[in-house]
């Protein structure tokens, strides 16, 4: 078990924490949560590529990923479930790197099978429930993973998404661990949600060769209680989903994170939280204020932009990384011209990964007092990041008082950088 985390607390001048106070009984609505930033927000400048390219295996030691360079490093991912569906069915999905390179992401999160509850038919695929049948499926991995390899990305490979037998699943998995072995680019997640799935992975995984891919089971310890933590099984990271998806819980819990890895000593990833979805999607319908759900029941999305960027910032500083989960990425596929709630959130979230040093998951947990519970930040030597949940009104200013001062202001008013005044 790690060690506990010790929290310090900034306090805000009175200002401040009345116009929070008003904030908290004023919900933006959806076309207020997807405005762009006020003008004196500036964002930063980006070019056709906000990041780098990834290259290089990385190492874990303790909580961290490490890149190549020895550098902390982040994982800012997309959901991108069907993505290798479409290459084995010949589809060019050169506009979803694109997107996805331009947004600043650098993980996919993908499925190697979907069950027929799925509906992938509904997004155009009818033959991936069991795609390692296939006799060029060996060939097809290798060179899908060498093509995201020469985009500069790397992808989270989830084997297992629904129960078969035994030997079954352990032969499909040992096979994509072969496959993934020569590529520096690829995670294993062995099961998708398998408590909900009934998947043993820790059976399924008894005599795999894991061939020093990183990995991890898929378990997730937020559907145990704290207590029964210990009892959950962990590989060399660790997966959260989020289980509440509502827009008051969906905007923070990404925070656990934090716990677990203190819990378990290994890094951990808010791997699919509440999903973006634009709306007049044909399978969702709207079902309460901002939230829509799957006319079949079964999946929650959400048009609130503001759930998704605090739910990243807060995983950012305190956490592995966070994967963007939304229904064009469920599909495989990236957001239209006319889907902008989507994109906009994409966009937003670039925007916050660039405001975010990949270190704060380094730093030291801080509770800015500003007279709400729902204020979080980190504090590393002389300077502090600061995320304020619920959304404050958009004319909010944060304005700290005692050894801080606002030093920079984030992509949106919510997000914002103090400085020490000592």
Same mark, same amino acid.
């Given at each position: 078990?790690?060690?506990?985390?010790?929290?310090?607390?900034?306090?805000?001048?009175?200002?401040?924490?009345?116009?929070?106070?008003?904030?908290?009984?004023?919900?933006?609505?959806?076309?207020?949560?997807?405005?762009?930033?006020?003008?004196?927000?500036?964002?930063?400048?980006? =070019?056709?590529?906000?990041?780098?390219?990834?290259?290089?295996?990385?190492?874990?030691?303790?909580?961290?990923?490490?890149?190549?360079?020895?550098?902390?490093?982040? $994982?800012?991912?997309?959901?991108?479930?069907?993505?290798?569906?479409?290459?084995?069915?010949?589809?060019?999905?050169?506009?979803?790197?694109?997107?996805?390179?331009?947004?600043?992401?650098?993980?996919?999160?993908?499925?190697?099978?979907?069950?027929?509850?799925?509906?992938?038919?509904?997004?155009?695929?009818?033959?991936?429930?069991?795609?390692?049948?296939?006799?060029?499926?060996?060939?097809?991995?290798?060179?899908?993973?060498?093509?995201?390899?020469?985009?500069?990305?790397?992808?989270?490979?989830?084997?297992?998404?629904?129960?078969?037998?035994?030997?079954?699943?352990?032969?499909?998995? @040992?096979?994509?661990?072969?496959?993934?072995?020569?590529?520096?680019?690829?995670?294993?997640?062995?099961?998708?949600?398998?408590?909900?799935? @009934?998947?043993?992975?820790?059976?399924?995984? @008894?005599?795999?060769?894991?061939?020093?891919?990183?990995?991890?089971?898929?378990?997730?310890?937020?559907?145990?209680?704290?207590?029964?933590?210990?009892?959950?099984?962990?590989?060399?990271?660790?997966?959260?989903?989020?289980?509440?998806?509502?827009?008051?819980?969906?905007?923070?819990?990404?925070?656990?994170?934090?716990?677990?890895? =203190?819990?378990?000593?290994?890094?951990?990833?808010?791997?699919?939280?509440?999903?973006?979805?634009?709306?007049?999607?044909?399978?969702?319908?709207?079902?309460?204020?901002?939230? $829509?759900?799957?006319?079949?029941?079964?999946?929650?999305?959400?048009?609130?932009?503001?759930?998704?960027?605090?739910?990243?910032?807060?995983?950012?500083?305190?956490?592995?990384?966070?994967?963007?989960?939304?229904?064009?990425?469920?599909?495989?596929?990236?957001?239209?011209?006319?889907?902008?709630? @989507?994109?906009?959130?994409?966009?937003?979230?670039?925007?916050?990964?660039?405001?975010?040093?990949?270190?704060?998951?380094?730093?030291?947990?801080?509770?800015?007092?500003?007279?709400?519970?729902?204020?979080?930040?980190?504090?590393?030597?002389?300077?502090?990041?600061?995320?304020?949940?619920?959304?404050?009104?958009?004319?909010?200013?944060?304005?700290?008082?005692?050894?801080?001062?606002?030093?920079?202001?984030?992509?949106?008013?919510?997000?914002?950088?103090?400085?020490?005044?000592?």
């Amino acid at each position: 078990m790690g060690a506990c985390h010790f929290v310090t607390r900034i306090r805000f001048s009175v200002v401040a924490v009345l116009a929070l106070l008003a904030a908290c009984s004023s919900a933006p609505t959806p076309e207020a949560s997807r405005q762009p930033p006020p003008p004196q927000q500036a964002a930063a400048p980006v =070019s056709r590529r906000p990041f780098p390219p990834e290259a290089g295996r990385l190492r874990i030691e303790g909580r961290v990923f490490f890149d190549a360079d020895n550098k902390v490093w982040r $994982w800012r991912g997309a959901s991108q479930f069907l993505l290798f569906a479409r290459y084995l069915n010949g589809e060019d999905i050169s506009p979803q790197l694109d997107w996805l390179v331009d947004r600043g992401f650098n993980v996919l999160r993908l499925f190697g099978e979907v069950p027929g509850g799925f509906h992938p038919e509904d997004y155009g695929i009818t033959n991936y429930e069991r795609p390692f049948e296939r006799p060029d499926f060996d060939a097809r991995l290798h060179a899908f993973f060498e093509l995201l390899a020469g985009r500069g990305l790397r992808c989270e490979y989830t084997v297992l998404t629904y129960a078969d037998a035994t030997e079954i699943m352990r032969a499909h998995v @040992q096979r994509v661990f072969d496959i993934a072995a020569s590529h520096w680019n690829v995670f294993v997640e062995v099961a998708n949600e398998p408590e909900n799935n @009934q998947i043993d992975p820790v059976t399924v995984m @008894q005599g795999v060769n894991r061939r020093g891919v990183l990995s991890a089971y898929g378990l997730d310890p937020a559907r145990a209680s704290r207590g029964a933590w210990n009892a959950v099984r962990v590989l060399d990271y660790g997966t959260t989903h989020d289980l509440q998806r509502d827009i008051e819980h969906s905007a923070y819990n990404t925070k656990d994170a934090m716990d677990m890895q =203190s819990a378990f000593g290994v890094p951990f990833v808010n791997d699919e939280p509440i999903g973006a979805i634009d709306p007049g999607h044909p399978h969702f319908a709207q079902s309460r204020g901002e939230i $829509w759900g799957h006319i079949g029941g079964g999946g929650v999305r959400t048009v609130n932009r503001d759930v998704f960027i605090s739910a990243a910032a807060i995983a950012y500083l305190y956490s592995a990384g966070y994967t963007y989960h939304f229904q064009d990425g469920l599909e495989g596929r990236v957001p239209k011209p006319t889907e902008v709630v @989507q994109d906009g959130v994409g966009t937003a979230l670039r925007d916050v990964a660039i405001f975010l040093p990949n270190d704060t998951q380094l730093g030291m947990p801080i509770e800015p007092a500003v007279g709400a519970d729902r204020a979080y930040g980190v504090a590393q030597g002389d300077r502090a990041w600061v995320v304020v949940v619920p959304t404050p009104l958009p004319a909010w200013v944060p304005a700290p008082v005692g050894p801080w001062r606002l030093d920079a202001a984030g992509p949106t008013p919510y997000i914002f950088r103090l400085a020490s005044t000592k």
